[in-house]
């Protein structure tokens, strides 16, 4: 969501006040995320593109309190309200922690590991989430 001259989407400000990333929480939390079924529509590589829009989501918001960019104070009430479901969260991800594969399963591959992981982007929003308390 972040371009590379580090500015922050306009549209930001009405993802903030309609609290967007509380949204993805909630349906990152349900248990039927990260179906592992064929053909299934809320499989894991649906989960994973909600994981990575979380992450960019969390960036963002913290982008916006660090440079003071929060005008109508959404990204502030925002990031309150995601920091009250963290638990909720931090739960759903244990519960799908049979999705990390260990690494020596990946040794046969000769380029580095895809980022687009249920590990790589869960971690990621766990980490930043806990991170975010410091805003909270």
């Known amino acids: 969501?972040?371009?590379?001259?580090?500015?922050?989407?306009?549209?930001?400000?009405a993802f903030a006040k309609q609290k967007l990333p509380c949204d993805l929480v909630d349906i990152l939390?349900?248990?039927?995320?990260f179906s592992e079924q064929d053909g299934d529509f809320k499989n894991v590589s649906y989960g994973v593109?909600?994981?990575?829009?979380?992450h960019s989501c969390m960036k963002v918001a913290v982008y916006h309190i660090e440079h003071e960019?929060?005008?109508?104070?959404?990204?502030n009430m925002?990031?309150?309200s995601l920091f009250h479901q963290r638990e909720k969260f931090y739960q759903a991800m244990w519960n799908k922690r049979h999705l990390i594969h260990a690494q020596d399963q990946f040794a046969?591959?000769?380029?580095?590991?895809?980022?687009?992981?249920?590990?790589?982007?869960?971690?990621?929003?766990?980490?930043?989430?806990?991170?975010?308390?410091?805003?909270?």
Request: charged share 15%.
């Open 29 to 33: 939390s349900e248990p039927d995320m």
């Open 1 to 13: 969501m972040l371009d590379k001259g580090r500015t922050c989407p306009p549209q930001w400000s």
């Open 69 to 75: 960019l929060d005008e109508h104070n959404y990204t």
């Open 78 to 80: 925002c990031l309150n």
């Open 108 to 136: 046969h591959i000769s380029l580095a590991l895809d980022f687009h992981t249920f590990s790589v982007q869960a971690f990621r929003c766990v980490h930043t989430l806990w991170k975010m308390s410091e805003y909270s």
């Open 49 to 54: 593109a909600m994981l990575t829009l979380l």
